[in-house]
C-alpha cells in the first residue's frame, strides 16, 4: 500500500477564468463577494443600509460625487436619468432637479431591433446591416466649482450649477451657469480653475451644430464666461480625434479626456492657446466615462465591448485580465454604457459593476493593481463613491436604496435574501493526472474554524460530470473520503463572521494508474 501523502492546497491569488475547468489548475476559478490582500483569502466587507426606508432616490443613480463645502458640511450628488439629488451627512435627501430639466434614458437603446429601419429595408433572412447609432443610458457628469456642484447630462445638454453655501439648501435648485455651451456631453473642472465643457455648441447654438469632438472651456476663475477675447483664457479646440467626446477624468493635476476610441491629455499653457491636447493612446477608448477610476497617480479603465483593460499613469499601458473571456460572454453587451467603476481605497482594488444576465447591473470584477489579481462577483451597484469625505464608500441599488460597504460581514440588501460568499478551486491532482487519488482528512488552515464549510468535488475525467462530497465543516482535523483523479474545493460560511483560509492540506492516498 503506496505510504499517504500530505498535499498542500496551495492555489495563486485571484481567480482565473480565461478557458476551460481543467486549464485552470492551481488557479481559484470562481469565486463570490470574496478577495485576496496580502496574499490572504476571505470575504469581501459587509454593507448596511446609509439612513431609513426615507432616503431611497426614485429611479436608478448611475453617477455619485461626495464633497465638503466650506464650512465643512458633507454633501453627496447623485443624478438618475430624470432627477439630480443631494444628500446632506445625515442622509437628509433633497431633489435639487433644474426647472425644465429634459429627461434621458434609463436604459440603453442599442437602435439594432424590429423597427430601426423602415419597412422592407432589409430582404428576409438576411443579417440586418450594422446602421444603427445606439442611444446610451442617460449618464450625469459631475465635477467641483469651488464648493459648488456642476455637472450635465448628453440628452439635457445645458450644464448645471448648484449653490452649496445656500442657507436652506432645500429651497435651492441647479440651474444652468449663464453663458455655458449647450447640447453639451460631460463637463470637469481643471486644476487652472477653468471649466470645460466636452461636445455641444457655443451658447445659443442649434442641436444640429454639436460638435461632438469639439472642447470648450471657461476663463479662469469665471465659469459664465466662455467667449474668447485678447483678454481672457476662454476657448475651444476640435480634437483630432475619429471618435466622440465622453469626458474627461484628473491624472497627475491634468484632465485625461477620453473620446470612444482614444485619450488625450490636455495640458495647460498659458496664452494665446491656453490648452493643447496631445494624444496618449489609440484604440482605448472606455466603455463610458463611467468607466474609468483614479487611484493616486494612475487612471484605470474597461475598453469598449468589454476587451481590453488600460491604465495611465503618464504611459499608457495595457492590463493583462485574468478574467476577460469570462467578461466578454457574460456581459449584456447592448447595455455596456451602465457600467460604473469604483476605488476601493482600502485594499487597492478597482471594480468594475457591469449588467450581466439582466438589463440592470448585478455581477463585478475587480483588480488589485498592487498585488495584479483579478475576482469575480454577483452585486447590484449602479452609483458608487470611494471612502474619504465619508467614512466609508456609499453605493446605490438599482432601486436607488444607499448603503455603506466594508462595514461588518452581513450582505443583504433591502427587499432581498442575504447573500453567501464563497470560492472554488480549479481541479488538484497528484502527478499528471493519470493515478485515482483517495482523500482521507483535511488538515485545515483557517482562522475561523467552526464558521467554514467545504465541499470536495471529484472527477475521473475533466469532461465528466462531478461527484459531490460535503460540505464538511472545518475540524482539526477533518474527516473527509472520497475517491477521484480530481477533485476541487468549495469553501464559504453561512455566518457573519470574519474568515481567511491559507493554505490547507488533503491527506491523500495515491491509487492505481486503471
Known amino acids: 500500500m503506496p505510504a499517504a501523502e500530505y498535499v498542500p492546497l496551495q492555489f495563486e491569488p485571484g481567480v482565473w477564468k480565461n478557458g476551460t475547468l481543467y486549464q485552470a489548475r492551481g488557479r481559484w476559478y470562481d469565486a463570490d463577494l470574496m478577495r485576496w490582500s496580502v496574499g490572504a483569502l476571505g470575504p469581501i466587507g459587509g454593507w448596511r443600509q446609509w439612513g431609513d426606508d426615507t432616503t431611497a432616490i426614485t429611479g436608478v443613480g448611475r453617477t455619485a460625487l461626495p464633497w465638503m463645502d466650506n464650512t465643512f458640511r458633507r454633501w453627496i450628488a447623485v443624478g438618475t436619468a430624470a432627477k439630480l439629488y443631494v444628500y446632506d451627512s445625515a442622509a437628509t435627501l433633497t431633489d435639487i432637479t433644474p426647472t425644465g430639466f429634459t429627461p434621458g434614458r434609463t436604459d440603453a437603446n442599442p437602435n439594432v431591433g424590429y423597427g430601426n429601419a423602415v419597412y422592407g429595408f432589409s430582404t428576409y433572412g438576411d443579417p440586418r446591416p450594422d446602421l444603427g447609432i445606439p442611444e446610451p443610458a442617460t449618464i450625469w457628469s459631475f465635477d467641483l466649482w469651488g464648493e459648488n456642484l456642476v455637472g450635465c447630462t448628453p440628452e439635457d445638454g445645458d450644464v448645471y450649477e ?138 484605470y479603465w474597461m475598453g469598449r465591448s468589454a476587451q481590453g483593460f488600460f491604465s495611465y499613469d503618464g504611459n499608457l499601458q495595457s492590463i493583462p485580465c485574468d478574467v476577460e473571456s469570462y467578461l466578454v460572454t457574460q456581459m449584456n453587451q447592448a447595455q455596456a454604457s451602465k457600467v460604473v467603476a469604483w476605488h476601493n481605497t482600502l485594499f ?103 464558521d467554514i464549510t ?61
Open 348 to 450: 487597492n482594488e478597482i471594480v468594475w459593476f457591469y449588467p450581466g444576465d439582466t438589463t440592470e447591473i448585478d455581477a463585478y470584477i475587480s483588480y488589485n493593481y498592487v498585488e495584479e489579481h483579478w475576482s469575480v462577483g454577483t452585486l447590484a451597484r449602479t452609483a458608487v463613491m470611494s471612502r474619504g469625505i465619508f467614512l466609508h464608500p456609499i453605493m446605490f441599488d438599482a432601486d436607488g436604496n444607499p448603503y455603506e460597504h466594508e462595514v461588518g460581514n452581513t450582505y443583504v440588501d433591502v427587499g432581498e435574501s442575504a447573500k453567501v460568499p464563497y470560492v472554488e478551486s480549479g481541479p488538484i491532482e497528484l502527478g499528471n493526472g493519470d493515478r485515482v487519488l483517495s482523500a482521507t482528512s483535511l488538515i485545515p488552515d483557517v482562522t475561523s474554524l467552526g
Open 162 to 299: 448648484w449653490d452649496a453655501s445656500t442657507a436652506t439648501p432645500a429651497s435651492a435648485l441647479a440651474a444652468r451657469i449663464a453663458n455655458s455651451p449647450q447640447f453639451a456631453i460631460a463637463t470637469a473642472v481643471t486644476s487652472e480653475r477653468i471649466q470645460m465643457v466636452f461636445g455641444g455648441t457655443p451658447s445659443g447654438g442649434a442641436e444640429a451644430d454639436r460638435d461632438r469632438r469639439r472642447v470648450f472651456w471657461s476663463d479662469s476663475e469665471d465659469n459664465t464666461d466662455w467667449t474668447p477675447t485678447t483678454s481672457n483664457q476662454a476657448g475651444d479646440q476640435v480634437l483630432d480625434t475619429e471618435g466622440d467626446l465622453l469626458g474627461a477624468v484628473k491624472v497627475r493635476d491634468r484632465l485625461l479626456v477620453f473620446t470612444t476610441i482614444d485619450a488625450h491629455l490636455a495640458t495647460y499653457v498659458g496664452l494665446p492657446y491656453v490648452y493643447s491636447f496631445d494624444r496618449v493612446g489609440d484604440a482605448c477608448g472606455p466603455v463610458n466615462i463611467n468607466a474609468v477610476a483614479v487611484a493616486g497617480p494612475t487612471a
Open 454 to 514: 467545504t465541499t470536495f468535488y471529484t472527477r475521473l475525467y475533466p469532461n465528466d460530470s462531478d461527484t459531490t462530497y460535503g460540505p464538511f465543516t472545518m475540524t482539526d482535523p477533518t474527516s473527509v473520503r472520497f475517491t477521484g483523479r480530481t477533485c476541487r474545493m468549495r469553501c464559504t460560511s453561512d455566518s457573519a463572521a470574519a474568515w481567511n483560509v491559507g493554505i490547507p492540506r488533503l491527506e491523500l492516498q495515491p491509487g492505481g494508474r486503471r
